[in-house]
């Protein structure tokens, strides 16, 4: 016998599965049901966004998510980014696969440090990583939707969400099945043409009401390595600047550094490959600033 909590037995009437909503089909509601008790076993669930591509976007996700589980914590991240997965290549999960019963598909898992990552990616499906993944919104919703109602999470602190560049179907999607979310950590780099592609993401977030947990900078500054002179490659503070005159938090900036390209490219992020690193410490300090911004709120 069991103790599990279910929408049945749960007593939160401030759940939207508590009760059918007017007009929804017997099909729908349960459907509804199974993905909120998913949900509900995840303590945090934070949705990493940008406003344009090539940011780095799915590197910082990694790097916060890895960092998270080499804390201790039991972490998933869910790599939406269906045209461009590049997750399971930063985890040197390349070959992997998943498997399933019935309705239910098992994340990949990997141990790091004290805690473990599950890991759950489109490219896990694809026959090879080449393939082109030619899909119209609905399908990529239907697809969003199983990952997060299909797959067995489990109990998790933390689930980090790397969703593809722009506000379109996919964070939209995400935005919308996930209720309770704790919010967004956007990404940017220091340029004003990325700084303004992330105050329409900052706006995307107001407006399906996700809250901004906040900025972080990447890219920001190259410190050479004979000389010690920190070079501001792609312009300096557009972020923080950007993050104090649209009223959001700031949570720091990740340098640039020659082996975040190398760890990247072997799979194994840099706050675990070089943890004394300036990057990895950067990361380490916006790990702090979530607990800061209220995300980790049980400590």
Same mark, same amino acid.
């Given at each position: 016998?069991?103790?599990?909590?279910?929408?049945?037995?749960?007593?939160?009437?401030?759940?939207?599965?508590?009760?059918?909503? =007017?007009?929804?089909?017997?099909?729908?509601?349960?459907?509804?049901?199974?993905?909120?008790?998913?949900?509900?076993?995840?303590?945090?669930?934070?949705?990493?966004?940008?406003?344009?591509?090539?940011?780095?976007?799915?590197?910082?996700?990694?790097?916060?998510?890895?960092?998270?589980?080499?804390?201790?914590? /039991?972490?998933?991240?869910?790599?939406?980014?269906?045209?461009?997965? /590049?997750?399971?290549?930063?985890?040197?999960?390349?070959?992997?696969?998943?498997?399933?019963?019935?309705?239910?598909?098992?994340?990949?898992? +990997?141990?790091?440090?004290?805690?473990?990552? /599950?890991?759950?990616?489109?490219?896990?499906?694809?026959? *090879?990583?080449? *393939?082109?993944?030619?899909?119209?919104?609905?399908?990529?919703?239907?697809?969003?939707?199983?990952?997060?109602?299909?797959?067995?999470?489990?109990?998790?602190?933390?689930?980090?969400?790397? /969703?593809?560049?722009?506000?379109?179907?996919?964070?939209?999607?995400?935005?919308?099945?996930?209720?309770?979310?704790?919010?967004?950590?956007?990404?940017?780099?220091?340029?004003?043409?990325?700084?303004?592609?992330?105050?329409?993401?900052?706006?995307?977030?107001?407006?399906?009401?996700?809250?901004?947990?906040?900025?972080?900078?990447?890219?920001?500054?190259?410190?050479?390595?004979?000389?010690?002179?920190?070079?501001?490659?792609?312009?300096?503070?557009?972020?923080?600047?950007?993050?104090?005159? +649209?009223?959001?938090?700031?949570?720091?900036?990740?340098?640039?550094? =020659?082996?975040?390209?190398?760890?990247?490219?072997?799979?194994? =992020?840099?706050?675990?490959?070089?943890? *004394?690193?300036?990057?990895?410490?950067?990361?380490?300090?916006?790990?702090?600033?979530?607990?800061?911004?209220?995300?980790?709120?049980?400590?």
């Amino acid at each position: 016998m069991t103790n599990e909590k279910t929408c049945q037995s749960c007593g939160d009437a401030q759940c939207s599965a508590h009760a059918k909503q =007017p007009g929804e089909r017997d099909e729908e509601f349960m459907d509804r049901q199974a993905l909120q008790s998913r949900m509900c076993k995840i303590k945090h669930k934070v949705l990493v966004l940008s406003g344009k591509g090539g940011v780095g976007k799915s590197t910082v996700a990694v790097n916060l998510a890895t960092a998270l589980a080499m804390a201790g914590k /039991s972490v998933g991240i869910l790599d939406v980014d269906i045209h461009g997965p /590049s997750v399971p290549k930063l985890l040197h999960l390349e070959n992997a696969r998943i498997e399933g019963r019935e309705d239910t598909l098992f994340p990949v898992k +990997m141990t790091v440090g004290k805690g473990v990552l /599950s890991v759950m990616s489109i490219g896990f499906l694809l026959r *090879d990583r080449d *393939d082109a993944v030619i899909w119209r919104g609905p399908r990529k919703h239907g697809v969003i939707k199983q990952f997060l109602k299909d797959v067995e999470w489990g109990e998790l602190d933390y689930l980090i969400v790397d /969703s593809p560049p722009g506000t379109g179907d996919e964070p939209l999607a995400v935005a919308q099945l996930i209720e309770r979310a704790d919010g967004a950590v956007v990404v940017t780099t220091p340029q004003e043409i990325s700084v303004q592609d992330v105050r329409r993401c900052v706006a995307f977030c107001r407006q399906v009401e996700l809250k901004v947990i906040g900025v972080v900078e990447n890219m920001s500054g190259f410190t050479c390595p004979k000389c010690g002179e920190l070079v501001s490659i792609f312009g300096a503070d557009g972020g923080r600047t950007m993050a104090k005159e +649209m009223g959001v938090p700031y949570l720091g900036a990740i340098p640039i550094e =020659p082996a975040i390209v190398v760890s990247g490219d072997s799979g194994m =992020p840099i706050v675990q490959a070089k943890p *004394d690193s300036a990057t990895a410490q950067a990361f380490a300090q916006i790990v702090r600033c979530l607990a800061t911004n209220g995300v980790d709120r049980t400590g």
